[in-house]
């Protein structure tokens, strides 16, 4: 404006001064000489916003563009909070017919909109109807700053209910589609902040957001990319539009896996959160690999800035939940990368989608698991699991539990020292952490080799050893750390191992711990209990919902803890043979230890605490 309030030029052949009111004309002199002292003048009180105030409520369209602009200009320069006496004059402005001081006065109520109480202000002020009915302008620059304005007042999260009430969702839907590419970005923007609710994410989609969103991914712009990217990835997080999504967009994980080579860093990261949120559902993980989602994948996840690291490590994570995409993900050269990021201790949040990675990969194939093993998983797992986050090292146990499954890895486990780290993790403050901890030891104990040395140079150590772990898991409160530590006794002494048996059968708290376990009654036959010889009802791994209840699960207790009564007893008189624990059939107490040993296979017992602890694949 450059100090010169329009309304003073010679804008007719005759001045239009004389049809001023005489108000008007005072007001049109103090806003010129407050323009000319603007540096030090305050306009949103006193006599300069009376002057201005003045001008906007004349019927003098001349005046109102005068104060619009002003308003504007001054804004623009200068936000703060304000109150009605100063929105209420702009708001005024809005419902104008003039173009120009639509548009003035809307770009002048987006600045005041930056500030958070002038949001709230402007909303409960009834300022989203005259921006609705300017978003359905025929004039672009009118569009833009209504939209604009729309979005700043969106990212104040009590505006977003009223504004997806207001109706002003479908204008800005259609805006989104606007062939000027400032509207474009303000609208994309807009629908960008209404997504960060559930309610407000189907009123959305309701509205017809989706396609549209989805079409602009190809935009030629890096704020559009990023504004429809960013709004997918939110609204994919919940299952009904992940639904939706997989029913009518087909080409949406092509996309995105498209702009996760984008030149902008920032949509290359809400690529792949979005198609981390995707891949909750078992046909995006899928599609991931189908369309060649991993070669970006594994570059993002050697990038040296962290937002992209851990966006691609969240989005791995989920695609390996699939039991088809483990050797998929290992042969595309995953393993030494996620391994390296273990020790990312800049950000536990990548570290733990990093050893959750490796636990998915580990779960349904031997060759998997032994190709993790190789690629010194384990080696590095042992190196820090004792000083990370509690978090970690939850995962990392729970993925040694894992690898300890598998009978041809466990000689190696205990040859390169594991136990040495899961014995003082039994005692975590977490109680995931013991859980995991002991359940991995149950594994390694169960045909973990013909030598049990390593189990026997860690009974009394370090940290009270194998022996204290025990003794804790037994007089435990918690019925599933007691199976736990039955069950791994038992498979302990099953082995033979003379060193083992006596260090069991001469530790005179171990013994009264299992005999006060073993006078526990056996359990009820009556109820809905399934059948474990039944393998239609699942496999061990659904053991964790089979519904037993407290009684029974001490009746299983108990059953364990007598047939460790029976192993030291039979040590102690050189019987042998007869004891194995799977093989006896004998009388009802032995068909009721098959029961409990056998859902499926031998690792039944253990695998159900494991399922307990854990909190799935």
Known sequence: MGGVCSCCGPRRKNSYEPLLLENEREAVADLLQYLENRSTTNFFTGSPLAALTTLSFSDNVDLQRSAALAFAEITEKEVREVGRDTLDP?????????HEVQRAASAALGNLAVNAENKLLIVSLGGLEPLIRQMLSSNVEVQCNAVGCVTNLATHDENKTQIAKSGALIPLTRLARSKDMRVQRN??????????????????????????????LNSPDTDVQYYCTTALSNIAVDASNRKKLA????????????????????????????????????????????????????????SSFLPLILSAAACVRNVSIHPANESPIIDSGFLQPL???????????????????????????????????????????????????????????????????????????????????????TNSPSVEVQGNSAAALGNLS????????????????????LHAYLVRF??????????????????LLEAEDEQLTNNIRSSPILISSIRQLAASPPPSRSGNRRDPNDVSQGSDDDFEDDGLTDQEGEGEIATLARRILDLTEDAGHGEGEGSRFTDRGDDERSQQQTQVGSVGSEHAALRASVHRALSGH
């Not at 800049?346 to 779960?363: G, M």
Request: hydrophobic residues 45%; aromatic residues 4%; glycine residues 4%.
């Open 90 to 98: 702009v708001l005024y402005l809005l419902t104008s017919h003039d």
């Open 187 to 216: 609208a994309t923007g807009a629908l960008l902040n209404m997504t960060h609710s559930d309610e407000n994410r189907q009123q959305l989609v309701a509205a017809g957001a989706i396609p549209v969103l989805v079409s602009l």
């Open 247 to 302: 029913q009518t967009e087909p080409k949406l994980v092509q996309s995105l896996v498209q702009l996760m080579g984008s030149q902008s860093l920032k949509v290359q990261c809400q690529a792949a959160l979005a198609l981390r949120n995707l891949a909750s559902d078992e046909k995006y993980q899928l599609e991931i690999v189908k369309f060649d989602g991993l070669k970006p994948l594994l570059r993002l996840l050697h």
């Open 339 to 425: 391994i390296e990021l273990l020790s990312f201790d800049e950000n536990e949040e990548v570290q733990c989608h990093a050893i959750s990675t490796l636990r998915n990969l580990a779960a349904s194939s031997e060759r998997n698991k032994g190709a993790i093993v190789e690629a010194g998983a384990v080696e590095r797992i042992k190196e820090l699991v004792l000083t990370v986050p509690l978090g970690v090292q939850s995962e990392m146990t729970a993925c040694v539990a894992v690898l300890a499954l598998s009978d041809d890895l466990k000689p190696q486990l205990l040859e390169m020292g594991i136990c040495e780290v899961l014995i003082p993790l």
């Open 446 to 465: 169960s045909k973990a080799a013909e030598d049990y040395a390593p189990f026997n140079a860690v009974w009394n150590k370090p940290d009270g050893g």
């Open 474 to 491: 037994l007089s435990s409160s918690d019925i599933t750390f007691q199976h736990i530590a039955v069950w791994t006794i038992v498979q």
